[in-house]
């Protein structure tokens, strides 16, 4: 079984940046794909990044339209962390962002840290 730990939110200005970082700990045989998603109340949770293990099928990454360019999306495999830097954040990045991690055929999701972007 994987539990997901996020960390790094906060309040930041318009155009800043933070890094989001979830470590994976537990019993598990390995950890196929990682993400981020988020998620405002009112709507329904959207996928943000996600990133695959790479090894012999080689590494993937995908972002949503809206933060293409402004989010990248990385992980430490020695580590079991996934990691969102977030740059030229904007007031609509404000969510609470969670994490998920794909281990065969089970998902697990983070508790979320949540992000507020204001002046």
């Known amino acids: 079984q994987v539990q997901l730990v996020e960390s790094g939110g906060g309040l930041v200005q318009p155009g800043g940046s933070l890094r989001l970082s979830c470590a994976a700990s537990?019993?598990?045989?390995?950890?196929?794909?990682m993400g981020w998603y988020r998620q405002v109340p009112g709507k329904q949770r959207e996928m943000v990044a996600v990133?695959?293990?790479?090894?012999?099928?080689?590494?993937?990454?995908h972002y949503a339209d809206s933060v293409k360019g402004r989010f990248t999306i990385s992980r430490d495999n020695a580590k079991n962390t996934v990691y969102l830097q977030m740059n030229s954040l904007e007031p609509g990045d404000t969510a609470v962002y969670y994490c998920?991690?794909?281990?065969?055929?089970?998902?697990?999701w983070g508790q979320g840290t949540r992000v507020t972007v204001s002046s």
């Open positions: 537990g019993s598990f045989f390995s950890i196929n794909v």
């Open positions: 990133i695959n293990s790479g090894g012999t099928s080689g590494g993937s990454t």
């Open positions: 998920q991690a794909l281990e065969r055929m089970t998902v697990y």
